[in-house]
């Protein structure tokens, strides 16, 4: 498995991974809208700031996680969210989207990223070092359906402290349907 930041993305074929991964698990409408939500993702990423990564298997595409900028208004950390996450159904129970996220995490911890966040499964991310956070301590950018999935993380020294002002999210995410 080759985990990599994929500059140079085939937006078709990771479309389709996101698109696929999203209909076997939650079906037909969830599938169509993330495989909408990512296809604007990627159109965007040259000016938006995010940043791609993969796993490919004998150079197939096997997973993949995109990390945009998750800007707060009055606090100077380089904060990024992940989202979304999509490994493909043949290679599941194989800790590919565990070893993608730490390859992902190490390389924004590399750059002077501060602190990631996600909103999912406690479980399933908390492996790769999230842990619960509320609102008090950084503000969702749109109204929370689950707010026990609000995770994050450090990726400094420094503790996890609570982020200053609204936050705004990329384009693509500024979508009530996918909070």
């Not at 796993?55 to 197939?60: K, L, M, Q, S």
Request: hydrophobic share 45%; proline share 7%; aromatic share 8%.
């Amino acid at each position: 498995m080759i985990y990599a930041e994929d500059l140079t993305p085939n937006a078709e074929a990771i479309t389709k991974l996101f698109a696929d991964t999203f209909t076997a698990s939650e079906g037909e409408t969830e599938g169509a809208l993330i495989g909408a939500m990512v296809d604007q993702m990627l159109q965007d990423r040259q000016t938006d700031g995010s940043r791609i990564f993969t796993a490919t298997d004998n150079g197939v595409l096997a997973g993949a996680v995109i990390f945009s900028p998750l800007t707060y208004v009055n606090d100077a950390r380089s904060v990024f969210l992940l989202s979304p996450m999509a490994v493909a159904t043949a290679h599941h129970g194989q800790g590919i989207g565990q070893a993608l996220i730490t390859h992902a995490l190490e390389a924004l911890r590399a750059s002077g990223v501060d602190i990631a966040i996600t909103y999912g499964s406690p479980v399933f991310y908390g492996k790769t070092g999230f842990q619960p956070i509320t609102e008090d301590i950084a503000a969702a950018p749109l109204p929370l359906s689950f707010p026990h999935g609000w995770i994050g993380q450090s990726l400094t020294e420094a503790p996890f402290t609570p982020l200053q002002g609204r936050p705004s999210c990329i384009e693509a995410l500024n979508n009530p349907e996918v909070w």
